[in-house]
């Protein structure tokens, strides 16, 4: 896939970021693409749900799963269910994947992962590990990082300067 169609889609992802950011979440947003078509968006929703594990790219991967479960022209050679697989799919996100989520796109046989910023404090693709280019593993997801990374940082140094200031 060529740098503008990332661009395209990483903008995508930075509207559901805004998104988070408005509802008071960690600004960070995702969308999956599938034949060149966006067939999940999502946002962070911790605090609005009360759950530690409701990042984008989780709630983004598995409205993706259950969108292409219901696709026939989506399931694998032979007829088999689904089962959830994102072969073919590229996940945008606005921030480096945590160790949960590069292991959720590890196990759901993402295609891709284009990225904005990286994390320096608890990402899993570059910074601090290697989850989801890890040879051990059964799965490797081919990794493109800095897409429109200043202006994925430039929501997230808005969001914890307002922090800071209410002292949340």
């Known amino acids: 896939m060529e740098k503008p169609h990332h661009e395209h889609y990483m903008k995508e992802a930075i509207k559901q970021a805004v998104l988070a950011l408005e509802k ?6 995702a969308v999956v693409v599938w034949k060149q078509k966006i067939i999940a968006r999502a946002c962070n929703q911790m605090e609005m749900l009360r ?11 598995t409205q993706a799963s259950e969108t292409l479960s219901q696709m026939p022209e989506a399931k694998p050679v032979g007829g088999k269910d689904h089962r959830g697989s994102l072969e073919g799919a590229t996940l945008y996100v606005t921030l480096e994947p945590c160790p949960m989520c590069a292991g959720a796109l590890v196990m759901t046989k993402c295609t ?9 404090k608890a990402g899993a693709c ?3 590990y290697h989850i989801t280019e890890d040879d051990r593993l059964n799965h490797r997801v081919k990794v493109t990082g800095g897409v429109m990374a200043d202006d994925a940082k430039f929501l997230l140094s808005e969001f914890f300067k307002t922090l800071r200031k209410e002292k949340r």
């Not at 008071?24 to 947003?29: A, K, L, Q």
């Not at 759950?51 to 991967?61: F, G, N, R, V, Y």
């Not at 891709?112 to 320096?120: C, E, H, K, S, T």
């Open 24 to 29: 008071g979440e960690v600004p960070v947003g």
């Open 112 to 120: 891709n992962l284009v990225y904005g910023a990286r994390d320096p």
């Open 126 to 128: 570059h910074s601090l």
């Open 51 to 61: 759950d530690p594990t409701a990042h984008a790219e989780m709630i983004a991967l």
